[in-house]
């Protein structure tokens, strides 16, 4: 049917797919209801966590003690923040990995790996989907405080997290392809999932300044592309300090590249693993 | 095709081995690792346009060679090509090739619809969107699904799982087919009817090579014009249903369901004259006798006197003509039904 396909063609082609993936994937999230219910109540919830857990710890929005640490004292936006960019952290780092693991659940995943289109584009499909899910609980929250809340995320500077999101999603996407890569392998690997997830929010300030970690802790944190990631987003919000832009966009288009790289070699190797034992479908 | 030759599958020395077991932890238990022989040094060759057949008992290795062939496993040694593509060299080529439908009764996403499914998978198939409008309406159309097309998976039978799983086979229009034990779980009569579907639309006027397997030999009997016989990994004869039936020198086989089948009455039989061999087997707890011989006539009496002397009831007697299980059970000495 396609003999004379070219490189160029293939791409169009990849792209194509890419499109038909994600709706694949919004099909059949539509086709359970519970799953609307909870992402209609989940920024709701979640914002009124983090503010009722602001009140009874400082009993306001803001904290002088809190500015000795972390430089600022809108505890509360400090922490929204976090909270609203750790949604791409978790969602990406176990998005990829478990919609293959459901796939091999379900039996279709052999389906999936004997068609032409590259695991890549199978992967940024999936990834699409989660990244704008992801988006529209982090955009949710923001809108949601802003609204109920006494602070104001809505403001011209949000771009600027926007285009740090982006950057940092590539980064976060890679260690995602890592994980799938440990699927393959491994088949169940949740708890290890859940763990290096909150190992990242232990080190990283999602919820506190790096200023509280013991030294040889907030050292590792560098790391870690969301520390950079969540320094300028806030500093550009206005809690807290700051390098220039082009400082951030530098350093988490390393580790993009670093990431990527990394995590695409370690799933092929997987993959090949898998393939040369037969266990592409097993459990 | 790519190649010149008219060869659409082509296997050369190919074998596997899986290996369990064999990591650290169990070499600290002192836990060695277990070697299982998938497939043993296969050579075979699928002629353009043919309907072919692996025929053997389940764990023989056809599913093993199956997916090598469509890249989702990666031989140990050997070569195979597939539309003149080599597997390891060109999987993406061999993916664009081939159309596969597996046994498992998952492997479509059942909380889509027949369309919805066939979009998405002709989206992998790297189609593009006016193709795959294109090709789903005619897939559905030609496999009678058409009324059905927006219904879940869900709540399709088996039979017509299938049929999605054999169009979505061939969203890409693919020269090539595997379809790796199609009838499997189908009832007797949705499995004729898909036969027929197999090998007059898709076989003969579609002109697609097919790889088949099947532990049923009627099946393989029916449709394929060759067979390879497969057990324990090795390929033990191939040739056309006639030519490997023909290859049994007895004429006719007796089979006698029985109460119980003694050794001793068994080593009479096979003494009686006119007899070159007898196979005991058990179906549903009874054993089966297969006694093969060149006239049932000539020793029919015989052995219904051996049989009733030793104080044994005969629930059912038969005679006929080999069949390709007669010759699988020849040359490996097992049934298919293992």
Redesign the interface.
């Known amino acids: ?3 004379d ?1 070219g490189s160029w063609d ?1 791409a ?3 792209v ?2 890419i ?3 994600f ?2 994937e919004l ?2 999230w539509k ?2 209801p519970s799953r609307i219910l909870f992402m209609l109540l989940m920024p709701f919830l979640s914002i009124l966590s983090l503010y009722f857990q602001g009140m009874g710890l400082v009993g306001s929005t803001t904290s002088s003690a809190f500015a000795d640490v972390a430089g600022t004292t809108e505890y509360l936006v400090f922490i929204i923040l976090g909270s609203a960019l750790f949604i791409f952290v978790s969602t990406a780092i176990w998005g990829i990995g478990n919609s293959i693991r459901r796939e091999q659940m ?3 995943l ?8 590259s695991k890549m584009t ?1 992967f940024m499909g999936i990834a699409l989907f989660d990244g704008l899910f992801s988006a529209y609980v982090a955009f949710m929250q923001l809108l949601l405080s802003s609204l109920l809340l006494p602070v104001n995320l809505l403001v011209p500077q949000a771009l600027v997290a926007v285009l740090i999101t982006f950057l940092l999603m590539f980064a976060l996407y890679g260690m995602g392809f890592m994980f799938t890569g440990l699927v393959l392998i491994y088949k169940e690997i949740e708890d290890f999932t859940n763990l290096i997830t909150q190992t990242i929010r232990m080190m990283t300030p999602v919820s506190y300044p790096l200023s509280v970690l013991p030294a040889p802790v907030a050292f590792l944190a560098l790391f870690i592309p969301l520390t950079y990631a969540l320094e300028a987003i806030r500093g550009y919000m206005g809690v807290g300090a700051t390098h220039s832009l082009g400082y951030y966009v530098l350093v988490l288009l390393a580790f993009d590249v670093a990431f990527i790289a990394t995590g695409s070699r370690l799933f092929h190797y997987a993959d ?1 693993r898998a ?4 266990e ?1 479908a097993t459990h | 095709m790519h190649s010149g030759d008219d060869a659409a599958i082509s296997i050369t020395n190919l074998s596997k081995v899986f290996t369990r077991g064999g990591g650290a932890l169990n070499r600290m238990r002192g836990k060695g690792a277990r070697h299982t022989v998938a497939v043993d040094n296969v050579t075979l060759e699928v002629r353009e346009h043919e309907l072919f057949g692996l025929l053997g008992p389940n764990g023989a290795g056809k599913t093993s060679i199956i997916k090598m062939l469509s890249t989702l496993l990666i031989p140990d040694s050997g070569s195979a090509t597939v539309n003149g593509w080599d597997i390891l060299a060109d999987p993406f080529r061999v993916r664009m090739s081939i159309g596969l439908t597996l046994s498992s009764e998952r492997q479509l996403y059942w909380k889509l619809s027949a369309k919805e499914n066939l979009e998405y998978f002709a989206s992998l198939y790297l189609l593009r969107p006016a193709e795959i409008r294109e090709r789903v309406d005619m897939v559905l159309h030609d496999l009678g699904l058409e009324e059905q097309q927006d219904m879940l998976v869900e709540n399709f039978s088996s039979g017509n799982r299938q049929k999605v799983a054999l169009a979505r086979a061939l969203l890409n229009d693919p020269p090539v087919l595997f379809l790796d034990e199609p009838t499997i779980g189908l009832d007797p009569s949705f499995s004729q009817s898909f036969r027929t579907l197999i090998k007059k639309t898709i076989n003969e006027a579609e002109k697609k090579t097919i790889l088949l397997t099947t532990h049923y030999m009627e099946e393989a009997d029916q449709l394929c014009d060759r067979v390879a016989f497969i057990d324990r990994g090795s390929i033990v004869a191939i040739g056309t249903p006639a030519d490997l039936k023909r290859s049994i020198d007895e004429k006719e086989i007796l089979t006698l369901a029985l109460s119980s089948a003694p050794v001793e009455m068994v080593q009479r039989i096979q003494r009686v004259e006119a007899v070159s061999h007898v196979e005991c087997q058990e179906r549903d707890g009874r054993p089966i006798l297969k006694v093969y011989t060149d006239s049932a006539s000539s020793c029919m009496q015989d052995i219904v006197g051996i049989v009733t002397s030793a104080g044994i009831h005969i629930l059912s007697f038969t005679t006929a003509k080999p069949t390709l299980e007669d010759v699988f059970i020849k040359l490996t000495g097992s049934g298919l039904d293992v």
């Open positions: 049917m396609y003999d396909i293939r169009v082609r990849e194509y797919a499109r038909y993936i709706h694949k099909k059949l086709r359970y379900m039996g279709t052999e389906s999936l790996w004997v068609a032409p289109a199978i090949t393939r040369r034992r037969g592409i």
